[in-house]
């Protein structure tokens, strides 16, 4: 089952908008269209993947009603891959209060593996560290400090790191893809991180605006990377709404 980029989008706004209007029958039926063969949930990230039906029946009978879901950011990979900023609205005492999540999703062969980054996590010296890397080469990128910026890279994982882009597709080593995006767009696109999720696995997911001016107008495309720390070293996917 190949799926494109009007059914995911499809998808994402049509179990928001069930959620929100409490139809349970449609919400989960929803799911089973995109994902005839099942679907599970790795909740939190780095945990083992659960029943998908059996971790929405505790999200419905525990926050439905409570939490309004919108979905402002979808991004793109291959082979049934994407991304979601999930923008969360809890009314409480006449005020609303909003937050993000951010997910993974991967369809293929009618199967679905969902995967909810959120800040619950708590801190570790190791997710520290993965959050300074993270703050600091956006900061360098920004600032134009090409050696400070690669230095940080070499400094958290040597030369041991690949780039997937796009994802689905093969890894490149790190190093030169880098070097190629750094020539072709660090003078003109900015790197504003919006939300930087540390899971206690130190696997991290990252919300990030490329800003940029086209025909002296702002613009800005919207990316969520993935980072993973493993024993073989750094491994990142980069995910556009543009792909």
Same mark, same amino acid.
């Given at each position: 089952m190949s799926i494109d980029h009007e059914q995911i989008r499809a998808f994402m706004h049509q179990q928001g908008q069930q959620w929100? #209007?409490? +139809?349970?029958?449609? &919400?989960?039926?929803?799911?089973?269209?995109? #994902?005839?063969?099942? /679907?599970?949930?790795? &909740?939190?990230?780095?945990?083992a993947p659960k029943d998908g039906p059996a971790v929405m029946d505790q999200l419905w009978a525990g926050y439905q009603g409570k939490m309004f879901m919108t979905y402002p950011v979808i991004a793109f990979g291959g082979n049934g891959? /994407? #991304?979601?900023?999930?923008?969360?609205?809890?009314?409480?005492?006449?005020e609303t209060h909003t937050h993000h999540t951010i997910h993974s999703y991967v369809v293929r062969d009618g199967e679905m593996l969902i995967r909810y980054f959120t800040d619950a996590a708590p801190a570790t010296t190791a997710t520290d560290a993965t959050r300074d890397f993270l703050t600091r080469q956006y900061d360098h990128w920004n600032a134009g400090e090409r050696d400070?910026? &690669? #230095?940080?890279? +070499?400094? &958290?994982?040597? +030369?041991?790191? +690949?780039?997937e882009f796009p994802p689905g597709t093969p890894p490149n080593p790190g190093t030169p893809m880098l070097e190629q995006l750094w020539q072709g767009y660090q003078a003109t696109t900015k790197l504003r991180y919006r939300q930087?999720?540390?899971?206690?696995?130190?696997?991290?997911?990252?919300?990030?605006?490329?800003?940029?001016?086209v025909d002296g107008q702002p613009q800005v495309n919207n990316s969520i990377e993935f980072y993973s720390v493993r024993d073989d070293g750094l491994h990142i996917r980069y995910f556009h709404e543009g792909h």
């Open positions: 929100n #209007a409490g +139809d349970r029958d449609g &919400f989960l039926a929803t799911y089973r269209a995109i #994902a005839p063969n099942g /679907f599970r949930i790795e &909740f939190p990230v780095g945990q891959e /994407f #991304a979601v900023i999930e923008k969360v609205d809890a009314p409480v005492d006449g400070e910026f &690669f #230095a940080a890279y +070499d400094t &958290f994982t040597g +030369d041991r790191f +690949d780039v930087i999720v540390v899971a206690e696995s130190n696997e991290a997911a990252v919300w990030v605006g490329n800003e940029r001016e």
